[in-house]
Nanobody, 124 residues
Framework: QVQLEESGGGMVQVGASLRLSCVVS????????VGWFRQAPGKEREAVAI???????WYATFVRARFAITRDNAENTAYLQMTSLKPDDTAVYYC??????????????????WGQGTQVTVSS
């Protein structure tokens, strides 16, 4: 059974950086696209960054040039490096994984596997 576990969240001040990790167990990460999503209180879950099986990436406009998504297939881990954090970035961040055969709507919320989420709080 595929399981995802996020870590690295926390409470930081405006302008700080955090690196979130998503460890995949039960299967090889190399077969999957990975998405980072976030959900703030009272808002819908939204896509933040995507990394496809062969490394192509996508970023939401509101994080472009501040966040970077990477993957280490040997470690079965995906990362989200977040810099220049703002109060609007406060949310629970989730990683998700979907077997990647090239025909998936990568920014949708229909990923097959999800982690439990990690809280990121940015204070001003």
């Amino acid at each position: 059974q595929v399981q995802l576990e996020e870590s690295g969240g926390g409470m930081v001040q405006v302008g700080a950086s955090l690196r979130l990790s998503c460890v995949v167990s039960g299967s090889s990460l190399s077969m999957y696209a990975v998405g980072w999503f976030r959900q703030a209180p009272g808002k819908e879950r939204e896509a933040v960054a995507i990394i496809k099986r062969f490394g192509g990436t996508w970023y939401a406009t509101f994080v472009r040039a501040r966040f970077a998504i990477t993957r280490d297939n040997a470690e079965n881990t995906a990362y989200l490096q977040m810099t220049s954090l703002k109060p609007d970035d406060t949310a629970v961040y989730y990683c998700a994984a979907e077997p990647d055969y090239g025909s998936f709507d990568y920014t949708s919320r229909t990923y097959k596997y999800w982690g439990q989420g990690t809280q990121v709080t940015v204070s001003s």
